[in-house]
T-cell receptor, first 109, second 111 residues
Framework: RKEVEQDPGPFNVPEGATVAFNCTYSNSASQSFFWYRQDCRKEPKLLMSVYSSGNEDGRFTAQLNRASQYISLLIRDSKLSDSATYLCVVPPGFQKLVFGTGTRLLVSP | DTGVSQDPRHKITKRGQNVTFRCDPISEHNRLYWYRQTLGQGPEFLTYFQNEAQLEKSRLLSDRFSAERPKGSFSTLEIQRTEQGDSAMYLC?????????FGPGTRLTVT
């Protein structure tokens, strides 16, 4: 089983739609969780951290379910500029990041 | 520009040749990471440095790969006797264990 698994998509949604991505992880000892965003042919950039209580940043909401070992990212009112690959990141400790394969989102007019 | 920089941005080489990539991290960051990313995959960890000390190496880093960070500033990643399977984007990042800032990457094509 991979350490971090994501549905690769692509998710095709119209502008204004709400879309959610899930990510499952295998290391039950992981304490921190993140979502990174990667635009086509660009480097990954930190989008948001995922706190145990869940957190919200504008149109983006991240949730953590430790019992089921999955995290989610919800995007409301999708914009064309949200089109990108969303990478789930679950560090196994305090040294490095472990990325999922990424979920590709395409928002169309 | 005070971000992470990498050089070259693109490298095309023939199988069997050696290549070297350079990464200049954000100056105040002690940690420097190397990752490799192939099409359709997320970045995979290769190695990281805390100042000049190389603290962890992935099993992906075969003996053809070597990384250095002399004086704890810039870092180099060398691949000897390149193989077609080495074709990938090589990403450098600096920051903390959790918040890492990535450079634009070096795209390697081995023909």
């Amino acid at each position: 089983r991979k350490e971090v698994e994501q549905d690769p998509g692509p998710f095709n949604v119209p502008e204004g739609a709400t879309v959610a991505f899930n990510c499952t992880y295998s290391n039950s000892a992981s304490q921190s969780f993140f979502w990174y965003r990667q635009d086509c042919r660009k480097e990954p950039k930190l989008l948001m951290s995922v706190y145990s209580s869940g957190n919200e940043d504008g149109r983006f909401t991240a949730q953590l379910n430790r019992a089921s070992q999955y995290i989610s990212l919800l995007i409301r009112d999708s914009k064309l500029s949200d089109s990108a690959t969303y990478l789930c990141v679950v560090p196994p400790g305090f040294q490095k990041l472990v990325f999922g394969t990424g979920t590709r989102l395409l928002v169309s007019p | 520009d005070t971000g992470v920089s990498q050089d070259p941005r693109h490298k095309i080489t023939k199988r069997g040749q050696n290549v070297t990539f350079r990464c200049d991290p954000i100056s105040e960051h002690n940690r420097l990471y190397w990752y490799r990313q192939t099409l359709g995959q997320g970045p995979e960890f290769l190695t990281y440095f805390q100042n000049e000390a190389q603290l962890e190496k992935s099993r992906l880093l075969s003996d053809r790969f070597s990384a250095e960070r002399p004086k704890g500033s810039f870092s180099t990643l060398e691949i000897q006797r390149t193989e077609q399977g080495d074709s990938a984007m090589y990403l450098c990042a600096s920051g903390t264990a959790y918040e890492q800032y990535f450079g634009p990457g070096t795209r390697l094509t081995v023909t």
